[in-house]
């Protein structure tokens, strides 16, 4: 029963069109009813101490390196080196897209910004050397999903303060894998591009890759400080987000001087608007979270699923499916926020590593960003190429198929995660 109400409250209210951040609290609520619990003052202070996190600070510090990055030059410069590189081979732009898509998911840590830089530099260069539109979209809306799972992540940060794991850990495990969904985006591409009759432009010179690299030298220390900083200790996560932050404003005004004074206030501004949605969601899920454990559902559901803890494979395959599902309808954040003080329980019951599990879970949640109807990402390209969402769509299919299939390789074979996440942990 308390399952149920749990369920329905909150498909209920984000059926009828209430935000997610309100649903959460109206789930909580209903729940607080359910267990004769409620009370306005617990239900204040759940919301407070949701929000009152200090790792959680890393979230509007990592927005505000992200902004930084897009508007001093540092995302345009990284794209320029990446077409110095591969440009010039069949197909060249697609890889280009890939190449700078891991390159700045270790600037940003966000799907949306990543994707919106990629589309507005390089769908016009693609769509005049004749790919096809909504392939050239599909593939950057792809390529965007790097984004939360190459450190530094915002999502790795959320799910490390729900799941109560260290982040530091989650960062460091991120980057293998993280390239494998970029390695299967390039096959993909390879694939679908091999038969094109597109004469791609000459080979820059040696002077012209040189040049590239001297220009894109200070963007690309960013990623090399704040990963060396984790590996040894010299800062936590959240004061990586903090020198990502000054680092980036720093280089965008004083280096490149493509930032202005005066564009401070709308730079600050719309980091702020973007991290107050977070930290807000963050926080109402506080009280849903509180509630979880007070009901003991975490233990119903253990109960539920006990035949398949013997056999953790099965489980995590389960588990993927879920999110899968899940995510055709709901953004990254609150399905990380509501999903994970339930299946952690699990996780750890069955023997599960909690790192490894974040890794993947992360990784269903970013491709949920490309899967429709909701597709923050596929929407954030739309609207940037102005494309209509049906073709995009089509173009992303054989992107996300390639990105959930290295995601289940990931499921069936542990030690592409575990392993290279123990050499770089140390």
């Not at 501004?269 to 009280?287: E, Q």
């Amino acid at each position: 029963m308390t399952i149920a109400i749990f369920l329905g409250a909150l498909l209920g209210c984000m059926a009828i069109g209430v935000p997610i951040a309100y649903s959460l609290l109206l789930c909580g609520v209903a729940l607080m009813w359910h267990l004769d619990l409620f009370d306005a003052q617990i239900l204040a202070q759940n919301v407070i101490n949701g929000a009152d996190s200090f790792p959680l600070l890393a979230v509007p510090f990592f927005m505000l390196a992200g902004e930084a990055m897009n508007q001093g030059g540092l995302s345009r410069r990284i794209v320029n080196l990446a077409l110095t590189l591969v440009g010039h081979v069949r197909g060249g732009l697609g890889y280009v897209a890939i190449v700078s898509a891991c390159l700045l998911s270790a600037l940003s840590g966000s799907a949306v910004a990543d994707a919106a830089a990629l589309s507005a530099l390089l769908i016009p260069m693609m769509v005049a050397a004749g790919h096809d539109k909504a392939r050239s979209g599909g593939l950057i809306a792809a390529s965007g999903v790097i984004g939360p799972i190459i450190p530094p992540s915002i999502g790795f940060v959320i799910f490390g303060v729900t799941a109560n794991v260290s982040i530091s850990k989650l960062f460091l495990a991120g980057i293998f894998p993280g390239l494998l969904i970029g390695a299967s985006l390039w096959f993909t591409w390879w694939w679908l591009a091999r038969k094109e009759k597109i004469v791609p432009p000459p080979r820059k010179s040696a002077r012209e890759v040189a040049a590239a690299l001297r220009e894109a030298t200070w963007a690309l220390m960013l990623p090399l400080i704040i990963l060396v900083g984790l590996r040894f200790g010299v800062f936590t996560p959240t004061e990586a987000a903090v020198v990502a932050a000054v680092y980036a404003l720093f280089v965008a005004t004083v280096v490149y001087r493509e930032l202005k004074p005066r564009q401070f206030y709308g730079l600050f501004v719309t980091a702020a608007k973007t991290s107050a949605v977070v930290m807000f969601l963050v926080a109402a899920a506080m009280v849903s979270a509180w509630l979880i454990t007070i009901a003991d559902l975490p233990t119903m559901l253990v109960d539920l699923l006990e035949p398949l803890i013997s056999n953790p494979m099965l489980l995590m395959v389960l588990i993927m499916f879920l999110v899968m599902i899940v995510g055709t309808a709901m953004d990254m954040t609150p399905t990380i926020l509501i999903l994970t003080p339930v299946l952690m329980p699990i996780v750890k019951a069955a023997g599960i590593d909690p790192i490894y599990f974040g890794v993947l879970f992360i990784i269903n949640n970013s491709i949920g960003l490309i899967t429709p109807p909701v597709g923050v990402v596929l929407n954030v390209v739309a609207g940037v190429a102005r494309m209509k969402m049906d073709r995009i769509m089509v173009g992303v299919l054989p992107f996300a198929a390639a990105e959930f299939l290295m995601m289940f390789l990931m499921v069936l074979f542990p030690a592409l995660v575990i392993v290279p996440a123990r050499f770089l942990g140390g």
